[in-house]
């Protein structure tokens, strides 16, 4: 079974940053494009950013030049440095795993809160 876990989420200031850790297992995970996902109440999740197993990215628009994804398939782990966050930030964010055609997995998510 594919399995992830999320750990960084937390308060910070705008301005401020954060770094997200995904955690991955169950998986060959240098084969799956991973992505981190955001959701704030009463909007529709949004792609943040995407790193496939060979390194290409994705980022949303409102997010580049100020996020970075990173991946470190050794240790079977996905990052998202954030950076200038902004109260807009502000969403619960979930962890992606997808082996190029279908989703796998999904994290429990991670709240983080941009707010002074």
């Known amino acids: 079974q594919v399995q992830l876990v999320e750990s960084g989420g937390g308060l910070v200031q705008p301005g401020g940053s954060l770094r997200l850790s995904c955690a991955g297992s169950g998986i060959i995970f240098s084969i799956y494009v991973m992505g981190w996902y955001r959701q704030a109440p009463g909007k529709q999740r949004e792609l943040v950013a995407a790193?496939?197993?060979?390194?290409?990215?994705n980022y949303g628009d409102s997010v580049k030049g100020r996020f970075t994804i990173s991946r470190d398939n050794a240790k079977n782990m996905v990052y998202l440095q954030m950076n200038s966050l902004k109260p807009e930030d502000t969403a619960v964010y979930y962890c992606n795993a997808n082996d190029g055609k279908y989703s796998r997995a999904w994290g429990q998510g991670t709240q983080v809160t941009v707010s002074s």
């Open positions: 790193i496939t197993g060979g390194g290409n990215t």
